[in-house]
C-alpha cells in the first residue's frame, strides 16, 4: 500500500511538472517593439527587447521568465540613447553578455555595446567601443581555442554600406582585437562556426546575384584560427542563415530557396553539407505560390539528441498590411531532415517569427510577433511559446484555444490525413478552405483518432479550422501532394 501511494504521488508530480511544459504568452506592447535574442540560463529564460519610444530613443529591456513563461524580473538599460541588444551570449552559469548597438547623441556616433550582467539582472560591466559610424547591424559568435568569445558580424542592414568584422572580447566583455574583412560583393553576416582546423563563416551574398536567376546563393567561407580566408563554396538555401555541426566534417544550415525571378514563391529549408561544399541531403517545406521565410534572427536550432526546430513565416511579406495573414510554422526534424511533426500558429493576423530557442526537455521556445489588425492603432503583440519535444501544447487558461494541440498526419498528405484532436467538448467539427477561402471540406469530428479523406481534393496547400459549439479554436495548414 505505501508503495502504491509512492508511486501515485510520483506520477501526479510528474504531471504537474508536464503540464508546464507547454505554455503560451502574449505581451501585448506599441507597435514598435521587437524581440532580439534569448537564451536559456540555470532553468531561467532571458529575453532581449527592444522598444521604440519616438524617432530618436529606443531602448533595451531584459527580461527574465521562469521555465512556465511567468515574468519573475525586468530590466531597463538605457533610456537615453538609440540602441538595442542583438546577442545574448552564456558566460557561466551565471553570467550572460549582450551585444548589441547604442547611438551616442552627445558623441554623435554609433557604439558597439557589450553589457555583462548576472542572472540576477545586476549589471557587471557597460561598454561601448567605436570602430566606424555604423556599429554592429547582425552578429553571430563561437569560442575561441583560448575560450574567449569571438564575434562575426557586419556593421550595417544596408548592403551598400555593409562590411563584416571579427571581433574578439574576453568572458567579461573586455574587447581584446578587431579586423575588418574585405569581400568583393555586398554580404551580410550570418553566422559562424568553429571547426577542427578554422571557423566557417556564412554570408548572406549578393555578388555571386547579379543576374536575374531564379535560385540565390549564400557564401561559406573558411577562416583560419589566424582570420586569414582559406577557402570557401557556394550554400543553398540563401538568406538568415543558422548553422550547426552535425559530425566534425558535417553541418546544417537553413534558409530559403526562391522559386522564381520576382520572389512569388520560396521554400523554407536545411541543407546538410560537408567542409569541402558537397551537399548530402536537404529538406525543404513550401508552395510554389507561397513565400515561406526563415524566422529573422535563429530560425534554426538543435537540442541535445540532435534534433532540430525549423521555424518560419507562411505567406511572408515584409510590407505588412491589414489584408496579410501568415502562420507561423515550426518544423521538427531528426538528424537525417526527417520531418517528426509541424505546428502552426496564425492565420487570422499577421504573425512573425523572430527567434528559437532550445529548451531543457528538447522542446523549443519560440518568439514572435502579431499584427493586431482589429486594433485601432494595429497593436503588436509580442509573443512567446514552449512547445515540447513531442510537440505538446498542452491547454490551459493561458493558452488562448486558437492554439490548442491538434495532431494532423501525415502533412504533406494524399489520399487522406488523420486527425487526433483533444478537446474539451466531444463533438467538433472541422472545415478545409483553399487558399482563396473557398470551403472544400465539412466534416464532425471526435475525440481520438479521426480519418480524413481527401481524394478528391485537388493538389495543393489547405486551411484546416477546427471548430466547437460553432466557435473556431484552431486553424493550421495542410498540403496535399
Known amino acids: 500500500m505505501k508503495k502504491l501511494l509512492v508511486t501515485i504521488l510520483f506520477s501526479l508530480l510528474l504531471n504537474c511538472v508536464f503540464a508546464q511544459s507547454s505554455f503560451y504568452k502574449v505581451f501585448i506592447e506599441n507597435k514598435s517593439s521587437g524581440l532580439n535574442a534569448s537564451i536559456t540560463v540555470n532553468s531561467s529564460l532571458f529575453l532581449s527587447i527592444t522598444k521604440l519610444l519616438n524617432d530618436t530613443i529606443a531602448y533595451s529591456q531584459i527580461n527574465k521568465y521562469a521555465i512556465t513563461g511567468n515574468l519573475v524580473d525586468s530590466i531597463i538599460l538605457d533610456e537615453v540613447n538609440f540602441n538595442g541588444i542583438h546577442h545574448l551570449i552564456k558566460v557561466d552559469n551565471n553570467k550572460i553578455l549582450g551585444v548589441g548597438k547604442s547611438y551616442n547623441y552627445d558623441l554623435n556616433v554609433s557604439t558597439t555595446w557589450v553589457i555583462l550582467f548576472d542572472t540576477s539582472l545586476n549589471i557587471l560591466e557597460n561598454n561601448n567601443y567605436i570602430f566606424d559610424d555604423y556599429g554592429i547591424a547582425l552578429l553571430n559568435h563561437c569560442k575561441d581555442a583560448d575560450g574567449n568569445i569571438l564575434i562575426f558580424g557586419c556593421n550595417s542592414a544596408d548592403p551598400a554600406n555593409s562590411k563584416e568584422f571579427f571581433f574578439r572580447i574576453n568572458q567579461i566583455g573586455d574587447s581584446i582585437d578587431f579586423k575588418w574583412i574585405d569581400f568583393p560583393g555586398l554580404e551580410y553576416a550570418m553566422d559562424i562556426l568553429k571547426g577542427k582546423n578554422g571557423y566557417y563563416c556564412f554570408l548572406e551574398s549578393q555578388y555571386f546575384n547579379q543576374q536575374p536567376s531564379i535560385n540565390t546563393y549564400n557564401q561559406v567561407v573558411k577562416f583560419t584560427y589566424d582570420l586569414e580566408v582559406d577557402t570557401f563554396f557556394s550554400l543553398l538555401p540563401s538568406n538568415k542563415n543558422s548553422a550547426f555541426w ?150 490551459s487558461p493561458e493558452i488562448p484555444h486558437s492554439l490548442m494541440e491538434v495532431k494532423i498526419y501525415p502533412n504533406p498528405g494524399r489520399d487522406y490525413f488523420m486527425l487526433d484532436v483533444r478537446l474539451p467538448e466531444q463533438k467538433n467539427r472541422i472545415e478545409l478552405f483553399d487558399l482563396n477561402g473557398k470551403a472544400c471540406l465539412y466534416k464532425e469530428i471526435q475525440n481520438g483518432n479521426n480519418t480524413i479523406n481527401t481524394q478528391n481534393l485537388p493538389t495543393g496547400m489547405y486551411v484546416f479550422k477546427i471548430f466547437t459549439k460553432e466557435k473556431e479554436i484552431l486553424s493550421g495548414r495542410w498540403v496535399k501532394n
Open 246 to 395: 552535425l559530425t566534425d566534417s558535417t553541418f546544417v544550415a537553413s534558409g530559403h530557396k526562391k522559386l522564381y525571378q520576382f520572389d512569388s514563391g520560396r521554400y523554407l529549408g536545411v541543407v546538410e553539407m560537408d567542409t569541402l561544399g558537397n551537399v548530402l541531403n536537404e529538406f525543404w517545406y513550401g508552395k510554389e505560390d507561397t513565400v515561406t521565410q526563415p524566422g529573422a534572427f535563429q530560425n534554426l536550432v538543435m537540442n541535445h539528441n540532435k534534433e532540430m526546430y525549423l521555424g518560419g513565416i507562411i505567406n511572408f511579406n515584409i510590407y505588412v498590411n491589414p489584408t496579410d495573414t501568415t502562420w507561423i510554422v515550426i518544423n521538427k526534424l531528426d538528424s537525417n531532415l526527417n520531418l517528426q511533426w509541424q505546428k502552426f500558429i496564425g492565420g487570422d493576423n499577421y504573425y512573425m517569427l523572430w527567434t528559437l530557442d532550445t529548451a531543457a526537455d528538447g522542446g523549443c521556445y519560440l518568439f514572435g510577433s502579431r499584427w493586431d489588425f482589429a486594433h485601432p492603432e494595429n497593436k503588436l503583440d509580442l509573443m512567446m511559446a514552449k512547445i515540447g519535444p513531442n510537440g505538446e501544447f498542452l491547454s
